[in-house]
T-cell receptor, first 115, second 113 residues
Framework: GAVVSQHPSRVICKSGTSVKIECRSL??????MFWYRQFPKQSLMLMAT?????????EQGVEKDKFLINHASLTLSTLTVTSAHPEDSSFYIC???????????FGQGTRLTVV | TQLLEQSPQFLSIQEGENLTVYCNSS?????LQWYRQEPGEGPVLLVT?????EVKKLKRLTFQFGDARKDSSLHITAAQPGDTGLYLC?????????????FGSGTRLLVRP
């Protein structure tokens, strides 16, 4: 299967600072990338859908100014958590797919802790 | 809003027992996928079902897609401790002018040796 890499795998930041998480498709070009958030012992909640070269589409209830998503190339999407607060602490997971209706490959996730 | 409900939410069984996990929705999906996730890792795809009524087998795991493509089930035969994990169904749907992969609520399985 194709490989999707997330970086960093773990990050601890101070409240009020911003954190950037990268999602890279290593061996394929991804026209679409998805960002999910997962709280302990819960399922994945879709935050936004990112298409290369266009603005991300955010799910209802997700603040676009707080969770900045950039998909500038076919192999890289970034999620920036701005002015992080302890309640933003969570497991963030990205997935990438070549085209619509093809298999989505998942990154290994990023554990964000805001102190 | 596309909602996928999984049941049970948690299942603790003895090694060797059989189990079935259900994934239900009132919405129709173009395909449905089952994933397994280990703590601290991303989900790993087990199977994709596309056709209504489709049945797929993966060793001791049997997956079925409902005739109306609204529900699915995962049956595990003779469960082993290595099957322990979080099982997630996910439906592919056209929502708000784009295809999205929506995850179910998850089933946490514990297989006791």
């Amino acid at each position: 299967g194709a490989v999707v890499s997330q970086h960093p795998s773990r990050v601890i930041c101070k409240s009020g600072t911003s954190v950037k998480i990268e999602c890279r498709s290593l061996d394929f070009q991804a026209t679409t990338m998805f960002w999910y958030r997962q709280f302990p012992k819960q399922s994945l909640m879709l935050m936004a859908t990112s298409n290369e070269g266009s603005k991300a589409t955010y799910e209802q209830g997700v603040e676009k100014d707080k969770f900045l998503i950039n998909h500038a190339s076919l192999t890289l999407s970034t999620l920036t958590v701005t002015s992080a607060h302890p309640e933003d602490s969570s497991f963030y997971i990205c997935s990438a797919r070549r085209t619509v209706n093809t298999e989505a490959f998942f990154g290994q996730g990023t554990r964000l802790t805001v102190v | 809003t596309q909602l996928l409900e999984q049941s049970p939410q948690f299942l603790s069984i003895q090694e060797g027992e059989n189990l079935t996990v259900y994934c239900n929705s009132s919405s129709v999906f173009s395909s449905l996928q089952w994933y397994r996730q280990e703590p601290g890792e991303g989900p790993v795809l087990l199977v994709t079902v596309v056709t209504g009524g489709e049945v797929k087998k993966l060793k001791r795991l049997t997956f079925q897609f409902g005739d109306a493509r609204k529900d699915s089930s995962l049956h595990i035969t003779a469960a082993q401790p290595g099957d322990t994990g979080l099982y997630l169904c996910a439906g592919e749907a056209w929502v708000d002018s784009s295809y999205k992969l929506i995850f179910g609520s998850g089933t946490r399985l514990l297989v006791r040796p």
